[in-house]
C-alpha cells in the first residue's frame, strides 16, 4: 500500500452567500423551500446498514406555521439504542484502524457535499423545522457545518504531528488511538452545524458515535444524515437515533463500553448526565470523556465612552436574531445613564422597523420560537415583567401562538440589579437592560460578573483604552468569549474557538484542536534502536 505524510488541503472560511434579490442562491433556496413545503417526508433512524420505521411517528411542522405538516420522524425505544450500541462496537475497529487520510477525505467529501448539492436542501431544512431565516440559516446550516468539517481535518492533521523529542539512540513516537468504546452526542435544535459537529468530530478521530438529536432538529438532522452516508461514513460509525433522552440514556449510561458524551443542551440535563455517570464510573471500562456546552446568560457592559449607535445595533443584533434562541445572545446589557437616551431611541427605531412572521418572506428578521414549551415559558417572563414593580416593558411584550409560536422582540428596563430577567436563562428574544451611574463602571463589573452562574460570552463596548483594559482583566472568567466593540455572537470556526466555563458548560472550545484532543486517546511508543545487554552501569565501577 503506498505510504506518505500528507498535506490536507488548506481551508477557508466559506464564503457567507447574501440571498439579495436576483441572486442565483436566491432563487435556488425559494425552490428547495416550495419543494419541502410541497411533500411530506419520512424520517427513518439510522442504525448500522438498516434504515428503520417504527409504528410510532411524530409529526413535524414548523414553528412559524404549526398546522402545516413537514413529515413524520419515527420515534424508537430502548431495544433500537441497544441494537445502536451493538452496531458502534461492531463498526469499531475497521473504522479506528482505517488510514486517518481516507477519514479525512470522508468528511471533506461531506464539506463540499453541503457546500454544493445539498446546500439549498439543508438550509431550506433548517428554515422550515428550526424557523431561521435564510440569512441565520446560511450562517449556520452551509458555512459553520462546511467550516467545521474541513478545519477539523487541518486540526486532526496538527494533532497527528505533535511528536515527542528523542534522545540518541531512542525513537519516540506518539500515537492518538480512538477511545475505547463509543461516543454518544446529543445535540441542540438552535444550530444545524452544532448538531452535525458533535457526531462528526469524534468520528473523524476514528471513533463509532451514536448521535440523539432533539426531536425539533430532526427534519435538517436527516439531510445531514443522508450526506454523511452519501460522503462514505461507513454503517455503524455514526447511529442516528430518533428516542427519548431518558430512555436513551438508560442504556447508553450503563453500558460498559460508554467511553464520553459529546454534549449541547441545558445545563440542568448536563448536571444530570454527570451524576449518572459518575455514579456509574465503575461499571465503565474506561473513564468516559465528558464534553458539554451548556447555558448563557450573556452580558454587554457599555463605558461611558462607548458609541452609542454601535452599541445599539449590538443589542438588537445579539438580542434578536434567530429570536434570541441563541445560548450566545445578548440577554441583559449594563448601559450608562449618559448613553441610555440615545441608545434606546437608536433601538426603538430599529425595533419598529423590524418585521416578525415565517422564513419563507425573507423581508422578516424574526420569526417563531422553537416550540409551544419554549412559547410558554418566554411568555411567562414578559407577563411577570408586566406586573412588577421592578420592571418595565419599554418595546414588544406581545406574543401569540394562533398560527405560529410568535414573541415580539422584548426590552425589559430592570429596577432593581437582581430583577429575575437579569439572572435566569430565558433563550428568547427578551433582553434586559439595566441603567448604572458611569461612576459605578468597577462596581458594575462585578455585579455583570456576580449576577448569572453561566460564563458563555460577553462583550465590552467602549473608546477609552483603559476602560477596554480593565474591563478585559476583570472579568477575566466571566466568558468563555470575549468580545470587544461587537456584539457577543457569532463565533467564527478556525477564527474563534466557541465554548465557555462555570454553568456554561467545559470550556473545549468547538471548532478548535483543543475540542478534538478530547477525542483521542494517546499511547507513547518508545524503540530503544540498539538494546543494552548488560545490566551494570558505570556508577557501580570501582574507584
Not at 70 to 79: I, K, T
Not at 160 to 167: G, H, M
Not at 327 to 350: F, G, H, Q, T
Amino acid at each position: 500500500m503506498p505510504k506518505g505524510v500528507f498535506k490536507v488541503p488548506i481551508p477557508q472560511n466559506e464564503p457567507v452567500k447574501s440571498y439579495s434579490p436576483g441572486s442565483t442562491e436566491r432563487t435556488e433556496i425559494k425552490e428547495a423551500i416550495q419543494k419541502a413545503r410541497a411533500s411530506t417526508v419520512e424520517i427513518p433512524q439510522y442504525i448500522g446498514k438498516e434504515v428503520i420505521y417504527s409504528q410510532n411517528k411524530r409529526t413535524i411542522t414548523p414553528p412559524h406555521d404549526h398546522q402545516h405538516v413537514l413529515g413524520y420522524f419515527h420515534e424508537g425505544s430502548a431495544e433500537d439504542v441497544a441494537q445502536a450500541i451493538s452496531a458502534a462496537l461492531s463498526a469499531r475497529e475497521a473504522w479506528a484502524t482505517m488510514n486517518w487520510e481516507h477519514r479525512a477525505a470522508i468528511f471533506l467529501k461531506a464539506a463540499d457535499l453541503i457546500a454544493g448539492p445539498y446546500r439549498a436542501e439543508l438550509n431550506a431544512a433548517t428554515m422550515l423545522g428550526q424557523s431561521k431565516n435564510v440569512y441565520q440559516a446560511e450562517i449556520d446550516s452551509a458555512c459553520e457545518i462546511i467550516d467545521f468539517l474541513r478545519f477539523n481535518v487541518k486540526f486532526m492533521t496538527e494533532l497527528y504531528e505533535q511528536q515527542p523529542e528523542s534522545s540518541p539512540g531512542v525513537w519516540n513516537r506518539l500515537e492518538y488511538r480512538a477511545l475505547e468504546g463509543f461516543v454518544f452526542a446529543i445535540t441542540p435544535f438552535n444550530f444545524t452545524a452544532i448538531a452535525g459537529n458533535l457526531p462528526a468530530a469524534p468520528a473523524m478521530m476514528g471513533n463509532v458515535v451514536i448521535w440523539k438529536p432533539a426531536y425539533t432538529q430532526v427534519y435538517s438532522a436527516n439531510v445531514l444524515m443522508k450526506v454523511f452516508k452519501e460522503a462514505g461514513v461507513p454503517d455503524g460509525v455514526i447511529n442516528l437515533i430518533l428516542v427519548d433522552g431518558p430512555v436513551a440514556g438508560q442504556q447508553i449510561f450503563s453500558h460498559p463500553d460508554f467511553a464520553g458524551i459529546h454534549f449541547t443542551g441545558s445545563t440542568g440535563v448536563f448536571k444530570t448526565i454527570w451524576q449518572t455517570i459518575g455514579n456509574n464510573i465503575s461499571i465503565y471500562k474506561s473513564f468516559p470523556r465528558i464534553v458539554g456546552e451548556t447555558g448563557g446568560k450573556d452580558f454587554v457592559l457599555a463605558h461611558e465612552s462607548a458609541d452609542p449607535k454601535a452599541l445599539a445595533t449590538a443589542l438588537v443584533r445579539g438580542g434578536f436574531e434567530y429570536q434570541g434562541q441563541k445560548c450566545s445572545a445578548a440577554s441583559r446589557a449594563y448601559i450608562p445613564s449618559n448613553l441610555w437616551d440615545e441608545v434606546k431611541e437608536y433601538m426603538l427605531a430599529d425595533l419598529q422597523e423590524i418585521k416578525m412572521g415565517g422564513v419563507e418572506d425573507f423581508s422578516n428578521f424574526v420569526n417563531a420560537v422553537i416550540d409551544e414549551k419554549a412559547f410558554d415559558k418566554i411568555a411567562s417572563y414578559i407577563e411577570q415583567a408586566k406586573s412588577s414593580p421592578d420592571a418595565e416593558i419599554i418595546a414588544g411584550g406581545g406574543h401569540d401562538k394562533s398560527t405560529g409560536y410568535f414573541i415580539e422582540p422584548t426590552l425589559i428596563l430592570a429596577k432593581t440589579p437582581k430583577y429575575v430577567t437579569l439572572c435566569e436563562e430565558i433563550f428568547g428574544p427578551v433582553l434586559t437592560i439595566y441603567i448604572y451611574d458611569p461612576k459605578d463602571f468597577l462596581e458594575t463589573m462585578t455585579l455583570v460578573d456576580s449576577t448569572s452562574p453561566y460564563a458563555l460570552t460577553g462583550s465590552i463596548f467602549a473608546q477609552d483604552r483603559y476602560a477596554i483594559e480593565l474591563a478585559t482583566e476583570k472579568l477575566t472568567n466571566s466568558a468563555g468569549n470575549f468580545y470587544i466593540n461587537d456584539k457577543p455572537t457569532g463565533a467564527v470556526v478556525g477564527q474563534q474557538p466557541f465554548g465557555g466555563a462555570r454553568a456554561s458548560g467545559t470550556n473545549d472550545k468547538a471548532g478548535s484542536i483543543l475540542n478534538l484532543i478530547r477525542w483521542v486517546s494517546p499511547r507513547v511508543i518508545k524503540e530503544t534502536l540498539v538494546s543494552p545487554k548488560n545490566y551494570t552501569y558505570p556508577f557501580l565501577q570501582a574507584d
